[in-house]
């Protein structure tokens, strides 16, 4: 049973760093197609990085730059690196997979495995 669990969410000021991982059960997370995702009170769930099994990645415009996804084979998890936070970046981060190729990586009916969620915020 595919399993997904994010850590590493908290609170930061405007201008730091978290590093958030996802750590992946049930399935080799290299085979699968990746993301990760956020979600504001209000807002609908957008797409923040995404990997696919070659290793390329992709990044919404409002993160690119700072935020760098990868992927820990040994630890069979996800990554995402925050760097530069910023109060607009606050929100709950979710990590998916799907083992097909998206149909639109950024969207999220595109992934069939989602974990719980992570909880960061930025204060100024």
């Known amino acids: 049973q595919e399993q997904l669990v994010e850590s590493g969410g908290g609170s930061v000021q405007a201008g730091g760093s978290l590093r958030l991982s996802c750590a992946a059960s049930?399935?080799?997370?290299?085979?699968?197609?990746l993301g990760w995702f956020r979600q504001a009170p209000g807002a609908e769930r957008e797409g923040v990085a995404t990997?696919?099994?070659?290793?390329?990645?992709s990044y919404a415009d409002s993160v690119k730059g700072r935020f760098t996804i990868s992927r820990d084979n040994a630890k069979n998890a996800l990554v995402l690196q925050m760097n530069t936070l910023k109060p607009d970046d606050t929100a709950m981060y979710y990590c998916?997979?799907?083992?097909?190729?998206?149909?639109?990586?950024?969207?999220?009916?595109?992934?069939?495995?989602w974990g719980q969620g992570t909880q960061v915020t930025v204060s100024s």
């Open positions: 998916a997979a799907h083992q097909w190729m998206p149909t639109k990586r950024f969207k999220t009916d595109s992934y069939k495995y």
């Open positions: 049930g399935f080799v997370a290299s085979r699968y197609y």
């Open positions: 990997i696919d099994r070659a290793g390329s990645t």
